[in-house]
């Protein structure tokens, strides 16, 4: 299986700020990699596909970049409501591997 | 607009079979894939299985043969069987479409169900 590392586990960020997750592969995954944003009691939703693709409806302030078998998201100008779990998954190899999750909160 | 609710008993006893239900509507479930991923306490994620648009499944190893995804494309549902569940199975249990072919992301998710593994 294909093990995904993200970092850091928690984040507290002022807002306006920009904030940085990362996630490593454990394998070339060819950019078949999409990160997802879920709210407390709320389901999962995709924000960008294929490294760096963003999902219709999702804020331009989100974006992701990296290729091979390092990926990260960043999110520009921290707003309240981006207070989340956000996670990682890649779907080049099957099982479909998830990241940790990262725990954004507010300063 | 594309939706899933999950639904089914949020209690099963150890050693006991875990029935969950996938209702979607606003899609076809003869179109596109359709996965079970559950989350354990602590956030680890694992994916399960999917059923295709044909009715073809896959499903994770780790599951070995305790897990059987179906469907009834009349009632527009898919469905999640685990059987012989532990106390480690207990999880939310979330129903999700794939956005395409089967190497695609996840693009609409429900908005999960807890089960909890006790006798």
């Known amino acids: 299986d294909i093990r995904m590392t993200q970092s850091p586990a928690s984040l507290s960020a002022s807002l306006g700020e920009t904030v940085n997750i990362e996630c490593l592969a454990s394998?070339?995954?060819?950019?078949?990699l999409a990160w997802y944003q879920q709210k407390p009691g709320k389901s999962p939703q995709l924000l960008i596909y294929?490294?760096?693709s963003l999902q219709n409806g999702v804020p331009s302030r989100f974006s992701g970049s990296g290729s091979g078998t390092q990926y990260s998201l960043k999110i520009n100008s921290l707003q309240s409501e981006d207070v989340a779990t956000y996670f990682c998954?890649?779907?080049?190899?099957?099982?479909?591997?998830f990241g940790s999750g990262t725990k954004l909160e507010i300063k | 607009e594309v939706q899933l609710q999950e639904s089914g008993p949020g209690l099963v006893k150890p050693s006991q079979s875990l029935s969950l239900t996938c209702s979607v509507t606003?899609?076809?479930?003869?179109?596109?894939?359709w996965g079970w991923i559950r989350k354990f306490p602590g956030n680890k994620m694992e994916w399960m299985g999917y059923?295709?648009?044909?009715?073809?499944?896959s499903y994770n190893p780790s599951l070995k043969s305790r897990i059987s995804i179906t469907r009834d494309t009349s009632k527009n549902q898919f469905f999640l069987q685990l059987n012989s569940v532990t106390t480690e199975d207990t999880a939310t249990y979330y129903c999700?479409?794939?956005?395409?072919?089967?190497?695609?992301?996840?693009?609409?998710w429900g908005q999960g169900v807890m089960v909890t593994v006790s006798s």
């Open positions: 999700a479409r794939y956005y395409d072919g089967y190497y695609h992301p996840l693009d609409y």
């Open positions: 606003g899609y076809s479930i003869t179109s596109n894939y």
């Open positions: 059923i295709s648009y044909s009715g073809s499944t």
């Open positions: 394998e070339d995954i060819y950019s078949d």
């Open positions: 294929n490294a760096n």
């Open positions: 998954q890649q779907y080049n190899n099957y099982p479909l591997t």
